[in-house]
């Protein structure tokens, strides 16, 4: 058989994403690891950001009509016309972003279009520059496009808060000059949220040194407080470097149906489009007719969905602040808290996501496999575990009653956590 090995990209897109095993082998994303984890140990899964709740029944309707119309062919290779012209009105409508249809293109979820997108725009040995922790899938795209990942850390602010590293940010941009500037906002798992100031200073770097913007928006329709979401395409002045990226999965609970899409100036879609073409032609004709339907109709269930995931991190988080000394994330956006149990254990987060999930039925998603292994950001979150509220109201309220088990049994066992000698 021939060597596997003569063609090395999968296996340096699987080590760049952290998915290479000390002997060797290609194990799941973290996500799928912990997946399995939870149901061999019969513990509460708060790790994957997959809904525990359904999406709307006029949605599902309006889908299986779109089916019965005979929309079960090849869709047109940028989308259906009515999905762009939707997703253009939606950016309008909902956040000032001025889009025409031809400057949208679908694609099989976010992940995709993130990755035609890098695919199409990072020149082979140029440099990127993301935010940290950061998205699985960004390095491994990366990695393909033969491009180099460097990081800004985003930090806990002491107040349940976090931000940017900014001087970090203005050394970085300076030393590498990057093709790409990649912001998540809000932000995965942190929930922190890039105000319009922030954006225009990202904006101005990019000017600098003559980069493209490309932002990962998929949460931005779920904002928890006051401060809403701000697109970099509006508050960037030139917003023709911006490439943005979304898709319904989060908003609309149908993350399985993969509807995403890219808006970019007709001349970048159109590049970006002619990678996405060779990744999948196109996909999920039907929903994107019941998507179409549903961003263009006066549907109140993302308002809904919103005001649900709020009252149900208003569930968990509380509990996870029963823990003796954790310090516990406020998510401002998104759907999940991070737990910081430096103060309490000297494990790290993997061997005490083990533990937990082992003694106490909880798990989660630790931090540092969404970090570059020894980066100041795996180092700060060297003991941070994310966990989901966009479970189902029966897991966040079983979670919680499993926090504050924690918490007492802590109280009473303070050493509990530490590594035995």
Known sequence: MPNIMRAPLWHSMAESAGLTKPDGSIGETIYGQMTKFAAEVGAVNLGQGAPGTEPPEELITTTTEAM??????????????RLLEAVAAQRRRDFDQHVAPNEVLYTAGATEGLTAAILALLPRGGSLVAF???????PAAIAAAGGTLHTVPILPDGHGGFGPDWEEFDRVIAAVEPAIILVNTPHNPTGFIFSADDLAQIGRAAESVDAWVLSDEVYEQLTLTDQGHVPPAVAIEDSARVVTVSSAGKSWNVTGWKIGWVIASSEVRQAIQTVKQFLSFTAGGPMQIGMADMLSGDSQFVAENRASLRSRAEVLVPACRTVPDAEVSTP???YFTVVDYSALTDLDAFE???LLAREYSLVGIPVPALCRLGSPAYETYRASIRYSFCKSEADVDKGAQLFTALGR???ENPAALRRMP
Do not use: C, K, M, V
């Open 409 to 411: 049994h802590l109280r």
């Open 352 to 354: 005490l996501n083990d």
């Open 332 to 334: 401002l956006a998104g």
């Open 68 to 81: 019965r119309d005979g929309f079960n062919q090849y869709a047109p290779g940028q989308g259906f016309p």
């Open 132 to 138: 940290e922790p950061f998205y699985d899938s960004y």
